[in-house]
């Protein structure tokens, strides 16, 4: 054990590593509340006449509150799919059945297939299923995450057998186990869930923009992305969208920072 | 249920454990059928379309190693993005020696070390166009940070135009990836040292193990599963970090952070080549496979078993 050693070196080295990691943040949110330091050399650290003026330019330079409509609805669909299908491909793999092996088999091979391979095939199966540029297309790819099926069936299998049992004696159906015994105990599970489906719809971004044809069904990374390729490089408007656009993922992370990381660990080494 | 009524008694019929299969493979159905959808048949339709001359309005014409043939012998831009994209595999053990470090100093028994926590890993789940505009800007030339940083301290003379520089654009890509993965990494790597018991950190000590061999002996052999976990999703992370690469560079300047995914959207969606596109996506999957693969041999070939529990 190291309680005897001297712990400021330590200190030292996280407080650096914090900072390289901290201050691009501040130094966005700085730029986004003064604009200053785009047109000052050198850059001065604390924002000097902070005010709101580029939160409004942006509210008005783009439609963000459309943008921000679209990534919610993407992100509600894919969450409330993912919580659904995930809860029963992972409990239909607790039980015992024939083709279990195989079905094992199939999930894991298709870990090992980034989406972002498939793009081509993907695109030109959406079209064929007439749903380019709708919300549905943009989320269906996402219904599922082999990942979070292992995070339930993880869960699930932690529920006492004995408990089930208990609640078969009772008479009740093998649905309403599901619903009343294990999903309450699996809630940790449904916390993952909604966290990682939640981050990977957000954030996503390629396959918006393969999907997307109208400017009305861009979700915010679109936007984002578009903004910048119109606007020049160093606008304070530019970093207001970017803090406007991390804010919820960051409130969310800081919310549920437990769940977040037990739900990665637990899905990557379970999974 | 009454045995009177002949619907009914035909559902008897129907035995418990058949009942059971049955809502088994419902509750299976949806994600099978979206990875079916998404996964397996695109794969599929990828290895088909690259033996084919198609494009979109015309017929698909067998054209056999064509793609294939162009695409190794006559096309630069492939090697280019291929070279590329080894070189963003080759830093993800970068990233993840950094992590392995932080994750042995926020595992100590410090004060705050759950604050650490927090703060390196908060930038794995922030959107990754965003994180990319941050960077761009970080590594810009005029009012960038890093510019200034270097400048301030006499590193550099005159600003380097790290995005516009054909020597240092994929290093500062591959830089930026490796800021949004370490904690990512760190998280991982923490949860594998949990599982190493501390008594035999003690008894190595008393055998008069320094820290070194302690580290070279315990530490690294038990967390080798969770170093070939974060290498592989690492690696899977990094080679489609197309969001980062398209809002920083854009695969520029020239073809210099040109990696196989943005050339395979570039080919498809600005050149309408699904086909030729295809035969490298094919490639490309291969590739990821191979390495994977390899990672796992190196890792003692264990590790995939640890995986699946």
């Known amino acids: ?271 | 249920m009454g045995p009177a009524k002949a619907t009914d008694s035909k559902r008897v019929v129907l035995r418990r454990s058949t009942r059971r299969a049955i809502l088994i493979w419902a509750f299976l159905a949806p994600s099978l059928l979206i990875f079916l959808l998404y996964r397996i048949l695109p794969l599929l339709w990828n290895v088909v379309l690259s033996f084919e001359a198609w494009s979109p309005l015309k017929p698909a014409v067998f054209i056999g190693l064509d793609n294939y043939q162009e695409m190794l012998f006559d096309d630069d831009v492939f090697w280019q993005a291929l070279w590329n994209t080894f070189g963003i595999i080759a830093s993800a053990p970068i990233g993840i020696a950094i992590a392995l470090g932080l994750a042995l100093l926020v595992h100590s028994h410090i004060r705050g070390r759950e604050v650490y926590r927090t703060i390196i890993f908060v930038s794995y789940p922030l959107m990754t166009v965003a994180v990319a505009i941050i960077w761009r800007w970080m590594f810009d030339e005029r009012v960038g940070l890093i510019n200034y940083a270097a400048r301030s301290l006499h590193l550099v003379d005159k600003p380097i135009p790290f995005l516009n520089s054909f020597t240092w654009a994929l290093p500062s890509v591959i830089a930026a990836n490796i800021w949004q993965m370490l904690g990512f990494y760190m998280v991982i790597i923490l949860s594998g040292l949990q599982t190493i018991p501390g008594n035999l950190y003690e008894a190595a000590g008393i055998d008069g193990a320094n820290a070194f061999h302690r580290f070279v002996r315990i530490t690294v052999p038990l967390l080798k599963p969770s170093l070939f976990l974060c290498f592989v999703i690492g690696m899977l992370n990094s080679v489609t970090s197309f969001d980062l690469i398209y809002v920083m560079t854009g695969g520029g300047p020239g073809r210099a952070t040109e990696i196989l995914i943005t050339y395979i959207y570039k080919l498809g969606f600005n050149q309408t080549r699904f086909d030729y596109a295809a035969a490298v996506t094919v490639t490309f999957f291969i590739l990821l496979l191979g390495i994977t693969y390899l990672a796992n041999r190196l890792s003692g070939g264990n590790a995939g078993a640890v995986e699946r529990e």
């Open chain 1, 1 to 271: 054990m190291m309680r005897q050693r001297r712990t400021w070196p330590i200190h030292l080295t996280l407080i650096a590593v914090s900072a390289v990691m901290l201050l691009p943040f501040y130094w966005v949110f700085k730029t986004s509340i003064s604009g200053e330091n785009i047109f000052s050399y050198p850059p001065n650290v604390i924002p000097r006449d902070p005010n709101p003026f580029y939160y409004v330019d942006v509210w008005y330079a783009i439609p963000f509150a459309r943008y921000f409509l679209n990534s919610v609805i993407v992100s509600t669909i894919t969450i409330t799919a993912n919580v659904v299908l995930n809860a029963m491909a992972g409990y239909a793999l607790t039980q015992n059945f024939r083709g279990k092996g195989f079905v094992l088999l199939l999930f894991l091979s298709c870990m090992m297939i980034p989406f972002q391979a498939t793009i081509i095939p993907a695109y030109l199966i959406t079209g064929k299923l007439g749903l380019l540029d709708s919300y549905l297309g943009l989320s269906l790819p996402l219904f599922s995450t082999i990942i979070c099926i292992f995070v339930y069936k993880a869960a699930f299998d932690a529920v006492p057998r004995s408990l089930i049992d208990a609640a078969r004696v009772d008479g009740l159906s093998q649905w309403t186990i599901i619903w009343r015994v294990m999903l309450p105990l699996a809630r940790s599970a449904t916390a993952t869930n909604v966290i990682l489906s939640f981050i990977w719809s957000w954030n996503n971004f390629m396959w918006p923009l393969i999907v997307t044809r109208t400017p009305e069904m861009q979700t915010l990374p679109l936007g984002l992305a578009r903004f910048l390729s119109y606007q020049e490089d160093s606008t304070g408007a530019l970093y207001a969208f970017c803090i406007m656009v991390l804010a919820p993922g960051l409130l969310l992370f800081l919310m549920a920072q437990k769940e977040f990381v037990q739900g990665l660990s637990a899905g990557a080494t379970k999974g």
